[in-house]
Nanobody, 126 residues
Framework: QARLVESGGGLVQPGGSLRLSCAAS????????LAWFRQAPGKEREWVSF????????HYADSVQGRFTISRDNAKSTLELQMNSVKPEDTGIYFC???????????????????WGQGTQVTVSS
């Protein structure tokens, strides 16, 4: 019954901002670490950011460090990704994912996550 639903994607110009959201249901969000992945056309899924169970640890891919911010609200069962200063290479389908007891080594490994959303499209273009 676990479900993750992304929202907030759309078309944005380079240098602009977007805020993505992910709503969780059907499982106890407090028991899961969360992450954002993205997939550009013709490319493999790429890890973007990670946040641990209670939001005390966050990690970012080098490509988005300093521009994106991940956050979560366990009381609302939501995950957020604030995207600032976006670039054309940020274009892709963005997925949220949940996995139990992740480690720094495997937090970027898509196969380790138990639950996935269907994705929301982000297009950065002039």
């Amino acid at each position: 019954q676990a479900r993750l639903v992304e929202s907030g994607g759309g078309l944005v110009q380079p240098g602009g901002s977007l805020r993505l959201s992910c709503a969780a249901s059907g499982f106890t969000i407090d028991d899961y670490d969360l992450a954002w992945f993205r997939q550009a056309p013709g490319k493999e899924r790429e890890w973007v950011s990670f946040i641990n169970r209670h939001g005390r640890q966050t990690h970012y891919a080098d490509s988005v460090q300093g521009r994106f911010t991940i956050s979560r609200d366990n009381a609302k069962s939501t995950l957020e990704l604030q995207m600032n200063s976006v670039k054309p290479e940020d274009t892709g389908i963005y997925f949220c994912a949940a996995g139990p007891w992740m480690t720094l080594v495997r937090m970027a490994t898509a196969a380790r996550y138990h639950y996935w959303g269907q994705g929301t499209q982000v297009t950065v273009s002039s």
